[in-house]
């Protein structure tokens, strides 16, 4: 088994594939609208589906705005550098919500931002302890 993707409703998808392919740097691997359905999907990462997990940007035609509830937490991203990643991040547009820094009670870095629907996204160092 592997994990194949994690699915986010998203209210504008050209304001999603935006943030997730000019400021986090995914690419837009395939998208399909579904007329009967009214809704269309968006598939976006760093390699290959066959390989690698993605995220699903799911639209559903006419429904802008999604509250988030708080049931769910974050995706999390691998970088090199938590610190250089949020000033490029930043550069492009990207919100952060928590500046880079050492985890609360741990030692390892990380950094939120947050997509144009809400969604956190948690940045981490490859040499995490915690």
């Known amino acids: 088994m592997r994990l194949l993707h994690t699915m986010l409703r998203v209210g504008d ?4 594939i935006a943030f997730y392919t000019e400021v986090l740097g995914m690419k837009l691997l395939r998208r399909r609208d579904y007329p009967e359905g009214e809704f269309t999907l968006a598939f976006v990462g760093y390699g290959d589906e066959a390989t690698n997990s993605v995220i699903e940007l799911t639209h559903n035609w006419g429904v802008d ?5 708080d ?5 999390a991203l691998e970088v090199e550098d938590v610190y250089k990643a949020c000033e490029e991040i930043r550069a ?10 050492p985890m ?7 950094a939120f931002v ?3 629907d809400g969604y956190k996204i948690e940045l981490l160092s490859p040499s995490r302890a915690d």
């Open 104 to 110: 609360k009670h741990g030692s390892s870095i990380l």
């Open 13 to 16: 998808l050209e304001a999603s």
């Open 114 to 116: 947050e997509d144009p």
């Open 92 to 101: 492009r547009g990207g919100k952060i919500t928590r500046e880079p820094g």
């Open 65 to 69: 705005q999604y509250d988030l509830g």
């Open 71 to 75: 049931g769910y937490g974050h995706i």
